[in-house]
């Protein structure tokens, strides 16, 4: 059983951006189904967790329900994140919610990137912006990313494209490529104590009060 889970910035009811995730979810979901995988879909609204993220933004503590959001991406094995664009750059509400997530959450979880816009002109803001975005989170992006301007949605070129996404993202958790990556080639290196990275969790027992460093970061000597 493979678990996916939708994280949309969208705001407005119905949500364009919701849409396109959720038609991701369905192909790769169907997909899977055809190489004899089974698959769930969850979603996350980032919108209302508005207050919550600006919170931890400024606390560095998450709210219960924005907890239960993390832990939520913690335990997916692959991520569809859905943002809307404004003015050539990505949602601010977006990139506050990636902001409060673990350094080492996302550590070679495959992601598969979507925007939606009002205009053809922000179509770069997706591979521009947010794949770099997820690249400094080590996350295992799929090649193609999915964006949707209002002339896009009765186009067979989106259907397309929406096809591919999902048969790559499919293609990745058949194989258990990402398992691999993470047990050989990547570690925890900046992640919170007790945090949501659960491919790197660490505790305060973990960690050498009477080392070196330690003992001058405390006013100490280091002999």
Avoid at 85 to 96: E, H, I, N, Q
Avoid at 176 to 189: H, P
Wanted: cysteine-free.
């Amino acid at each position: 059983m493979r678990q996916l889970v939708i994280v949309s910035a969208g705001t407005s009811q119905p949500s364009t951006t919701r849409m396109l995730a959720d038609r991701i979810a369905a192909a790769s979901v169907e997909v899977l189904g055809e190489m004899g995988v089974t698959a769930t879909t969850g979603a996350i609204e980032v919108a209302p967790l508005a207050v919550d993220v600006a919170r931890a933004s400024v606390t560095g503590v998450p709210s219960q329900e924005l907890h239960a959001a993390l832990d939520q991406i913690a335990a997916a094995d692959a991520v569809i994140a859905s943002a809307p664009v404004y003015k050539a750059g990505l949602s601010g509400l977006f990139k506050s919610f990636v902001d409060v997530l673990d350094n080492d959450l996302l550590i070679a979880k495959p992601v598969v990137l979507a925007a939606t816009a009002g205009s053809a002109r922000h179509a770069l803001v997706v591979d521009e912006q947010m794949r770099s975005l997820f690249a400094y989170m080590r996350a295992l992006t799929l090649p193609t990313a999915v964006f949707a301007a209002p002339e896009d949605w009765g186009a067979a070129e989106l259907g397309e494209r929406v096809r591919r996404a999902g048969t790559e993202l499919a293609v990745v958790l058949q194989g258990g490529i990402e398992q691999g990556i993470a047990d050989r080639g990547w570690s925890g290196y900046q992640h919170e104590f007790a945090g949501n990275a659960t491919r790197a969790e660490q505790t305060a027992a973990d960690t050498d009060f009477d080392s070196p460093m330690m003992r001058l970061a405390a006013g100490g000597r280091t002999e």
